[in-house]
């Protein structure tokens, strides 16, 4: 047995060192391939959420941009077709309009009270199916031009519907600056949802 092991020793040693360096090398690039896998798989994952989210955004984009086309008669209802939003989803677009005009227009708004419910608002009170109204009471500040840049934003926009009050103060301590609260009416359409 003693002659066997001394005719094969090389093979005996060659197998050591392989097994050796077996144990030294396979092991981390194992790791290394199941850590790839793992983020191969998360990166995969964060890709298909991007596409969804993606493919919403561009549904969202070409709803409002069949809702910016200007009708021939005066405003419109702002209208969400081909997606289920809730009543008050429905007016995130037209918030944003809103909040884009005070914007470009220069004045601070202070505050903003949404009303779902607006008692004294006809579209409401006739509980009409898929039509949902919001009224916006913002509280801003501004000069006047400010304040007139941001009342023709409003009323440019054919989506921005009803102007339901408006009251100004001069501010005490400078008699340029106005503080103003307005009463903004919005109207949506949601197919398919009811009030």
Not at 106 to 123: Q, T
């Amino acid at each position: 047995m003693f002659q066997i092991i001394k005719d094969n020793i090389l093979s005996l040693i060659i197998v050591i060192v392989v097994i050796a360096l077996g144990f030294k090398y396979v092991p981390p690039e194992v790791t290394k391939a199941i850590n790839l896998a793992k983020s191969t798989s998360i990166a995969k994952q964060e890709l298909a959420q991007k596409e969804n989210n993606a493919s919403s955004l561009r549904a969202q984009a070409e709803a409002a941009a069949r809702a910016k086309v200007p009708p021939k008669d005066g405003k419109k209802i702002y209208e969400l077709e081909g997606a289920q939003f809730s009543a008050e989803a429905s007016f995130a677009p037209l918030f944003e309009i809103v909040l884009s005009i005070a914007q470009n227009s220069g004045i601070k708004i202070r505050s903003i009270d949404y009303n779902y419910s607006p008692e004294n608002d006809p579209v409401f009170a006739a509980h009409l199916p898929e039509y949902n109204v919001c009224e916006l009471r913002i509280q801003a500040i501004g000069s006047y031009a400010q304040l007139q840049n941001f009342f023709k934003g409003l009323m440019k926009d054919n989506n921005l519907n009803y102007l339901a009050e408006v009251e100004m103060q001069p501010w005490e301590k400078d008699k340029t600056i106005l503080i103003t609260n307005v009463k903004i009416r919005l109207y949506t359409k949601t197919p398919g949802s009811s009030n």
